[in-house]
T-cell receptor, first 115, second 110 residues
């Protein structure tokens, strides 16, 4: 157990809908990262927040948005969902603002299925 | 563009040694990390190399050669529980994001 929690564990929805994924980082961690992992593929970095501010942006679609709240939990909002958005969405947290020595700890993931 | 290459699948025998290679082409380089992911599970951090050479952590070691843009993960005394996917990831610059390889599925046979 990494100490990072994600809800919900599974989510099934229809195309065109909007969903919100939630992540609570480990106690004391200031950074939250969001990743997308499609079936049998590697992780695609989406976005990072550090202490409430956006820190780095990866391959995040315009239909997706995220934020980090004052209590440091984060939400990833996915809208106008398409079949291709079906994937595992991982949240990770780290103590500091990033860097190769700033180990990322991953939550269990949310499996999103778009029908 | 940025790319990381690692074999898609490697098969080894329980008790043996296996090496998983990773070559990278990125516009910058700050370090190479390795993560393990069991089926249906979350990635877990194994090691990182910021400088050339070998880093050893128990049965696992990781090596980096920056001049060759190459690294590897070495797993010794393989156990069935080591069956998983292994990802290399490069931090290419100071914007902190990791660029991930597609992963190597390690299959261990008794």
């Amino acid at each position: 157990d990494s100490g990072v929690t994600q809800t919900p564990k599974h989510l099934i929805t229809a195309t065109g809908q909007r969903v919100t994924l939630r992540c609570s980082p480990r106690s004391g961690d200031l950074s939250v990262y969001w990743y997308q992992q499609s079936l049998d593929q590697g992780l695609q970095f989406l976005i990072q927040y550090y202490n409430g501010e956006e820190r780095a942006k990866g391959n995040i679609l315009e239909r997706f948005s995220a934020q980090q709240f004052p209590d440091l939990h984060s939400e990833l909002n996915l809208s106008s969902l398409e079949l291709g958005d079906s994937a595992l969405y991982f949240c990770a947290s780290s103590v500091a603002g990033g860097g190769i020595e700033d180990t990322q700890y991953f939550g269990p993931g949310t499996r999103l299925t778009v029908l | 563009g940025q790319s990381l290459e690692q074999p898609s699948e490697v098969t080894a025998v329980e008790g043996a040694i296996v090496q998983i290679n990773c070559t990278y082409q990125t516009s910058g380089f700050y370090g190479l990390s390795w993560y393990q992911q069991h089926d249906g599970g979350a990635p877990t951090f194994l090691s990182y190399n910021g400088l050339d050479g070998l880093e050893e952590t128990g049965r696992f070691s990781s090596f980096l050669s920056r001049s060759d843009s190459y690294g590897y993960l070495l797993l010794q005394e393989l156990q069935m529980k080591d069956s998983a996917s292994y990802f290399c990831a490069v931090m290419k610059d100071s914007n902190y994001q990791l660029i991930w390889g597609a992963g190597t599925k390690l299959i261990i046979k008794p």
